[in-house]
């Protein structure tokens, strides 16, 4: 069946309804006068004496210490933070602790190696496109870019420099290319394990399925680069990363240092509301087990490989107890599949204002600092299952097939 889906092409082309298409636009040129306005009003990045402090300053300051031969420090709170003073020329209130693999210092390293300015906006431009070319491989047309460039997520990555780009572009094109090209897949799988919380289910979907070579590749990029990591870094490195993984685990999920409303995941959702740290964990337990055995059903199941698709994608996010707004530029692989698998029909118009509400719902998140990400992405779910059950009912007509993403 896979290989006659390969050979199946959809001649239906994905429209745009004038509702939609007048929305993306206006946010595209929103989001674009944002970020002139913000530089023009307040000289942003720029400050008096010196830099804005944002989030891509803990990945630079990670870089410096790297580039200077102490990695390890990366880790500990004074040393980094005092690199963070320096790199921005002035203090400033709050802390942006590193808790990423050794890994990831292969990134800060180069980006240290450009001054911190460049190297800030730099981040931005060469990650955006690997994003767009993710939804866009995931589509199948051009009008991906467009809507991509839409999704109000991108700002917030933008704002602060974070790698949502990157997240998101590792995200779709491992999907994006796993019925084709599964070797390559396993790299861009492996390659997101420098955010390794959101693989939790990976592993797990991928051996219910069979995905041999998806599994294969997925452990050799991450067991090379670990070792690469090992190699230029030294295991020093690696011991203040697990030693600082358990601190950060306590001062983030336990005692709430960045504040409920920053965390975009179940966890972080039953605390914002009021909940225990026991209670949050059960629920959050509950929906990674739900969410577990719903997809290892899915895919071993015959629904279409794009459904599929889209359910892991948001099984991802939603397994994650780390999740913060940057990361939620992500949530625009699992849209990309659910207009993908409308194009073999139509996109209903539930479908379409559902996406609308997931996105609304992330835009919405200046005005209440709130885990926004849980509506957005039960939204998503929702969709994906509504798609996946009238996929499983027999219908009176014989459906066209639904292709495979197209390679990246």
């Known amino acids: 069946m896979a290989s006659q889906q390969l050979r199946t092409d959809v001649t239906r082309r994905l429209r745009l309804p004038k509702a939609v298409d007048l929305i993306a636009f206006a946010l595209c040129v929103a989001q674009a006068l944002y970020l002139l306005t913000s530089h023009l009003l307040t000289h942003w ?45 002035h203090d400033f209130s709050g802390n942006f602790p590193w808790y990423y693999p050794p890994i990831y210092l292969f990134v800060a390293t180069g980006l240290a190696s ?17 994003y767009l070319a993710a939804i866009r491989a995931i589509i199948g047309e051009r009008v991906a870019i467009f809507l991509a460039c839409a999704f109000p997520a991108v700002l917030s990555n933008v704002l602060v420099g974070q790698n949502g780009f990157l ?5 779709g094109g491992t999907l994006a290319t796993m019925e084709r090209r599964p070797w390559l897949a396993g790299c861009f799988l492996g390659l997101l394990t420098y955010k390794p919380h959101l693989g939790l289910l990976f592993p797990i979907v ?3 399925a069979g995905r041999w070579r998806v599994f294969a590749a997925a452990a050799a990029t991450a067991t090379a680069l ?13 011991y203040a990363f697990v030693h600082a993984l358990a601190a950060g685990s306590q001062s983030t999920l336990s005692q709430g240092s960045t504040g409920w409303g920053k965390l975009q995941t179940t966890y972080g959702f039953v605390r914002w509301l009021g909940g225990s740290e026991a209670l949050a964990w059960s629920v959050h337990g509950l929906v990674v087990v739900t969410c577990a055995i719903a997809l290892c ?38 849209m990309a599949f659910l207009l993908r698998a409308g194009m073999a029909s139509e996109v209903a118009t539930y479908e379409w204002v559902g996406i609308g509400l997931a996105s609304l719902s992330i835009l919405l998140y200046p005005a209440f600092e709130a885990p926004v990400g849980i509506p957005a992405l039960l939204i998503v779910a929702s ?20 292709i495979a993403p197209s390679p990246i």
Not at 167 to 171: D, F, I, S
Not at 226 to 238: M, N, R
């Open 383 to 402: 969709l994906v299952g509504t798609r996946v059950l009238k996929q499983s009912v027999p219908s009176r007509q014989t459906a066209p097939d639904i």
């Open 226 to 238: 670990s070792l690469a990591s090992l190699a230029a870094f030294g295991p020093d490195a690696w």
């Open 45 to 89: 990045p720029l400050e008096a004496n010196g830099y804005t402090a944002s989030d891509f300053v803990n990945v630079w300051a990670a870089g410096q210490l790297a580039l200077q031969s102490t990695p390890a420090l990366a880790y500990d709170l004074a040393a980094h933070r005092q690199a963070q003073v320096a790199a921005v020329g």
């Open 206 to 208: 991928l051996i219910a």
């Open 167 to 171: 997240t998101a572009g590792l995200l």
């Open 297 to 334: 059903v899915l895919w071993r199941s015959r629904i279409p490989f794009v459904l599929k698709a889209a359910a892991l994608a948001t099984g991802a996010l939603l397994a994650t107890p780390y999740l913060f707004l940057y990361d939620l530029v992500a949530v625009a692989v699992p």
């Open 114 to 130: 450009f001054p911190y300015l460049t190297a800030w906006v730099g981040w931005s431009l060469a990650t955006f496109p690997a």
